[in-house]
């Protein structure tokens, strides 16, 4: 960069040095002022442009560091909002373990006990009346083919439901 700028004030010493003008005289018109003589100047040597690369050196560093700052606090930034995001995910999924656990443990095993003997379609209209993520966790805890039954004997619908209930329970994974 420094080369260019050298070799453009060059160009400009040497392009005024050269330059003479020529007008042209309409007959009858003025005759043209004589314009000033230009004074030619000297090229700048090698030590003239050294001086001036010198002189721009420190004012090109600071600002290309003052750009890289830049750079790093917008890239600061994006990382700082991604761990907010990422912060937010695990408290959510943090939350999402607590409910199951809760979800789990509503259904003590005193109500399972007293649903394991009831007869099927009463167990089955019993539970459609109930909280669906109560009748759920009951149904977990049963047998499986008293579950089974239970849930033939209730409302399509409703046996749909707690089963959608079920399965997102069981999952191992975020259901997110």
Do not use: H
């Amino acid at each position: 960069m420094c080369l260019v700028a050298a070799a453009a004030i060059v160009t400009l010493v040497g392009a005024a040095a050269r330059a003479e003008e020529v007008r042209q005289v309409l007959p009858g018109g003025q005759a043209p002022a004589q314009p000033a003589q230009l004074t030619r100047e000297k090229a700048p040597d090698e030590s003239e442009i050294q001086r001036f690369c010198s002189n721009i050196a420190d004012a090109a560093r600071d600002r290309r560091y003052a750009l890289q700052a830049e750079e790093l606090k917008q890239l600061q930034a994006g990382i700082d909002e991604r761990m907010k995001a990422l912060e937010a995910k695990r408290t959510e999924y943090e939350e999402w373990l607590k409910r199951r656990e809760v979800f789990l443990a509503r259904a003590e095993d005193s109500v399972v006990k007293i649903y394991a003997g009831m007869k099927p379609d009463a167990a089955a209209e019993r539970l459609a009346m109930v909280n669906a993520e109560l009748a759920a966790a009951i149904l977990m805890k049963l047998d499986s083919r008293k579950a089974g039954v239970i849930l033939n004997e209730m409302d399509q619908k409703a046996a749909a439901a707690l089963t959608g209930i079920m399965a997102s329970a069981a999952r191992r994974v975020d259901p997110s």
